[in-house]
């Protein structure tokens, strides 16, 4: 069974940065997709970052050049860098994991991510 656990998550005033991660245990494939989704309250779970394991990377358009996806292999851990934060990035993130690689059109779609960790919130106030 593959286990995500999220960390990271905290409040900081407009303009801030966080860094995410995300511990990935007992998932041993060579060929994969992790991603970050974020939910605010009463709206949908939508995708933010994705990165497959042969490093393609995937950025929602609200996030890019503010957001950065990476991994350590060593340390089994994904990472999102948040930088410039926003009022309207406060959520409930996160972290998804894909057995198997996805086409760029598709790694930010939830329907593609079977497993999911508990999430870690992120609070952005102005």
């Known amino acids: 069974q593959v286990h995500l656990v999220e960390s990271g998550g905290g409040s900081v005033q407009t303009g801030g940065s966080l860094r995410l991660s995300c511990t990935v245990s007992?998932?041993?494939?060579?060929?994969?997709?992790l991603a970050w989704f974020r939910q605010a309250p009463g709206k949908e779970r939508e995708g933010v970052a994705a990165?497959?394991?042969?490093?393609?990377?995937s950025y929602a358009d609200s996030v890019k050049e503010r957001f950065t996806i990476s991994r350590s292999r060593a340390k089994n851990t994904l990472y999102l860098t948040m930088k410039s934060l926003q009022p309207e990035d406060t959520a409930m993130y996160y972290c998804?994991?894909?057995?198997?690689?996805?086409?760029?059109?598709?790694?930010?779609?939830?329907?593609?991510?079977?497993?999911w960790g508990q999430g870690t919130q992120v609070t952005v106030s102005s």
């Open positions: 998804a994991a894909a057995r198997d690689l996805l086409m760029n059109s598709m790694r930010l779609e939830r329907s593609q991510y079977a497993y």
């Open positions: 007992d998932f041993t494939d060579s060929t994969y997709c």
């Open positions: 990165l497959d394991s042969d490093g393609s990377s």
